[in-house]
C-alpha cells in the first residue's frame, strides 16, 4: 500500500461545531450532550489508481463527550484519542470511512463562537486497505453554532 499523503496535497479549511442531546436507553446512555465537528479539506488527488481524480471531503469527529461546564466554551481545550474511545473520527476516502486518532488537538478562542485549532492525528487508511497510516498535521478555525439541537 502506498502512501496517500496528505500532509503534502490538502489543507484543512475552516470548519463548523454542532452541539446536540442524544439518548438511547437500549444501550443505556442516559441523556449526553455531544459535540460533532467537520472540518472540510482542500480538493485533492488521493491517488489511488491510475484514473484517480480530485476528491472533496471532510474529517468528521462525531460523538466527542466533552463532559464540559460550558459547552459553549471550548477555549483553552486539548483532546486526544485512541481506539477504544466512544468518538468517531473519520476521514471518507476511496469509498471507506477511515479511523482517525487525535494525538492532540488545541482550542483557542478568538471571538465569541471562533476558535483557531491546531492539531495532530493518526490517519488509519490502513483500515480501509486504500494506503498506509500516517500523520496529518493541520491548523484551522472551527465556528461554534451555539444553537443546542434536541
Known sequence: MELIN???KTTAEK???EIFWYENKKIELDRTLFHRMFIPLTAFDPGLGPDSESVETDIIFDWLN???RDPLNLDKLILKSHPTD???ITIE???KHNPCYMNRMSFSKVDTYLYDIDCEMLVDFEFGKIGKKEIFK?????ELDPKIFK
Do not use: M, P, T, Y
Open 6 to 8: 496528505l500532509q503534502e
Open 15 to 17: 470548519g463548523r461545531i
Open 66 to 68: 466533552l463532559n464540559l
Open 86 to 88: 466512544d468518538a468517531a
Open 93 to 95: 476516502l476511496g469509498g
Open 138 to 142: 493541520f491548523k484551522c478555525q472551527v
